[in-house]
């Protein structure tokens, strides 16, 4: 997004939505919107869900803080979003886990952990540095990791996972997706082949890596 663009809620109130998409539009849910400054950034939010021909709705959350001008990095534009359901099966959307209330638990829990970095020359000592996030800290698939340690999904438990069931993620990488194992037959054991779909997950924190000093302190 580039600086001077409309907001979050300048975008949502221009209107011009085609005759076409009309019908569509009515049938959405807001749950959520207005202003909303979090760790000192001004921005905007909307929570709301989306109709499906299945007849359940989707979750599409999002929050965002415009930047400054020119890119500055003391201010940059921010933007946390929740989708659910987005994983395709056949052309369908899959069915959310969340109910509402627990997808924008989860959106506040995200969207609460942003922290502008100070821009310093120096580095931060370990005891000046910032505490790690606690254990049993969830991070939805393509946000950022708020820590490197060792996560877990739901899909783990009674499924093959290709990683494996704990994996490590480093700070600031990007959640990834969940690749689900199907069971191989007989021929794809032979062949070396195995089915797999893409699954968007919930990961979860269980463990820190003990090795890894990431600037976020020695959770002593």
């Given at each position: 997004m580039e600086w001077?663009?409309?907001t979050v809620l300048q975008r949502i109130d221009s209107g011009g939505v085609p005759d076409a998409f009309k019908d569509l539009v009515s049938?959405?849910?807001?749950?959520?919107?207005?202003?909303?400054?979090?760790?000192g950034c001004a921005?905007?939010?909307?929570?709301?869900?989306?109709?499906?021909?299945?007849?359940?709705?989707?979750?599409?959350?999002?929050?965002?803080?415009?930047?400054t001008e020119l890119g500055n990095g003391m201010k940059p534009t921010i933007t946390v979003e929740l989708e659910s359901g987005m994983t395709r099966e056949n052309g369908v959307p899959v069915r959310p886990r969340l109910t509402d209330e627990q997808a924008i638990a989860l959106f506040n829990a995200v969207a609460n952990s942003v922290r502008l970095r100070p821009v310093s020359a120096s580095k931060v000592s370990g005891s000046e540095a910032s505490p790690r996030a606690p254990l049993g800290t969830l991070a939805q698939t393509g946000t950022p990791c708020p820590q490197t340690g060792w996560w877990t999904c739901?899909?783990?438990?009674?499924?093959?996972?290709e990683g494996g069931g704990r994996q490590r993620f480093?700070?600031?990488?990007?959640?990834p997706i969940v690749q689900v194992l199907g069971k191989q037959s007989f021929v794809e054991r032979m062949t070396g082949r195995q089915q797999k779909h893409s699954v968007n997950t919930i990961w979860k924190l269980v463990a820190y890596d003990p090795s890894a000093d990431n600037g976020q302190g020695n959770g002593g």
């Open positions: 001077g663009e409309p049938q959405i849910q807001l749950l959520r919107r207005g202003q909303r400054t979090i760790s921005g905007e939010e909307i929570l709301a869900t989306l109709p499906t021909d299945g007849g359940y709705r989707l979750h599409q959350y999002e929050w965002e803080a415009q930047g739901p899909e783990a438990v009674g499924n093959e996972i480093e700070a600031g990488t990007a959640m």
